[in-house]
């Protein structure tokens, strides 16, 4: 059964989707997931196959928009990564309230830059007992340089700069097209393109102080708090976007147990919703759940 749903943060009523098992008794007795959505991404698109295959296999998932995104409240398409992070700790309170869950069996599931904010709400939030990650990275700043020329990469410093002043002398950020600050390749592009029109009310614009608040946030630093809880990286060989080294870095500063899966001949975007990979991605995040976090359906 899948119920649309409501919860706060921070004053800013989020929107959400939870999938609660048909069979499962309200009893508190089910594991929870929560899915972080990428970049300036919304519910019920880039996780929602895996989503819904875990919760065939006896998990209660709840995916929600980040305050400002798709139907949740406050300031339309600002990315806030700690504001993300505050998000995902009061969907873990709404979660802990549900009749079906168990408030000591939650999970966290983040995708791409979903799976940053993921690590870092594991990091300084103890209630999240398992983490899984799909083709992330943890540091925004290397992050964004990454996508760019060493002289684009100052020229972008230069407008940021110049966007700041502006900030404080207007009290209004530029809006931007959200492609300026993510730089694509031509197969994100194409992605991005067949998202917004497949799903009209997907975020096309932010902020440019949105990037000064990526540059800053770097969930590498205290990866290591999260141990000795598990973490599961899935990373796509052929990653443009978020290329490994990024979440192998992520990878080597995690205290055990911890996992490093390399989907090989995969892209980015192919380990949503290209076959056989998004296949390996479930099974992947299915075997770690079983591990470490049971569905507990009786």
Request: with cysteine.
């Amino acid at each position: 059964m899948e119920r649309r749903v409501s919860f706060y943060s921070d004053a800013c009523k989020l929107a959400g989707t939870m999938f609660v098992p048909d069979h499962l008794p309200r009893t508190g007795q089910g594991s929870g997931i929560i899915f972080c959505s990428g970049f300036a991404a919304i519910r019920d698109t880039s996780l929602l196959a895996c989503s819904r295959h875990l919760f065939q296999q006896g998990y209660i998932g709840l995916s929600f928009d980040y305050r400002g995104f798709g139907e949740s409240s406050g300031t339309k398409w600002r990315v806030r990564p700690l504001e993300h992070v505050e998000d995902v700790r009061s969907a873990i309170t709404f979660l802990q309230q549900q009749p079906e869950v168990a408030g000591d069996s939650i999970g966290l599931f983040g995708g791409s830059f979903g799976g940053a904010i993921a690590t870092q709400v594991a990091a300084t939030d103890s209630r999240v007992k398992c983490t899984i990650t799909q083709v992330t990275t943890g540091n925004g700043r290397k992050w964004l340089q990454s996508l760019r020329s060493n002289r684009e990469w100052q020229a972008f410093l230069e407008e940021l700069e110049e966007d700041r002043i502006r900030s404080m002398l207007t009290g209004t950020s530029k809006m931007v097209d959200k492609l300026h600050i993510m730089v694509p390749d031509e197969k994100t592009r194409a992605y991005h393109e067949e998202r917004l029109e497949k799903y009209p009310s997907s975020c096309s614009e932010l902020s440019l102080d949105s990037a000064r608040a990526v540059i800053e946030f770097s969930p590498e630093e205290v990866v290591h708090k999260i141990a000795p809880r598990p973490i599961l990286f899935i990373v796509a060989e052929n990653d443009v976007l978020a290329p490994v080294e990024f979440a192998k870095e992520l990878y080597d500063r995690a205290g055990h147990p911890k996992k490093f899966k390399v989907i090989p001949g995969a892209s980015h975007h192919d380990t949503y919703s290209t076959e056989p990979y998004s296949q390996e991605v479930r099974d992947e995040a299915l075997e770690w759940l079983k591990c470490y976090l049971p569905a507990k359906t009786h």
